[in-house]
């Protein structure tokens, strides 16, 4: 559950764009609470945002994604592992291309 919030706080405040300094310390509040000192759900949040659409069109907004969570406190020791799963889970979903 906690994982699940994490990523919809993240999502809810990325924007794509430098935040400004209310909007960044809004979203590093509010990440902080729902993380509750969960700094490897942090970082697995980090890391899968980076591998898996490190491809993707909205790429940046997925790199700002981790950017909050690293500045809420993810254990960066633990994120270069989530983005290789997170690389390992978008070929995976490459190989079954959403029905028509």
Known sequence: MTAARIAAV???????????????????????????????????????????HEQDSDAPIYLQIAQLCIQAGADTALIPRWIADGRCRAAAARQFPPPD
Do not use: K, M, P, S
């Open 10 to 52: 993240t999502r809810r405040h990325a924007r794509g764009r430098a935040l400004t300094g209310a909007e960044e310390t809004a979203a590093l509040t509010e990440l902080a609470e729902v993380a509750d000192g969960r700094v490897d759900l942090l970082a697995q949040h980090a890391g899968l945002a980076v591998g898996f």
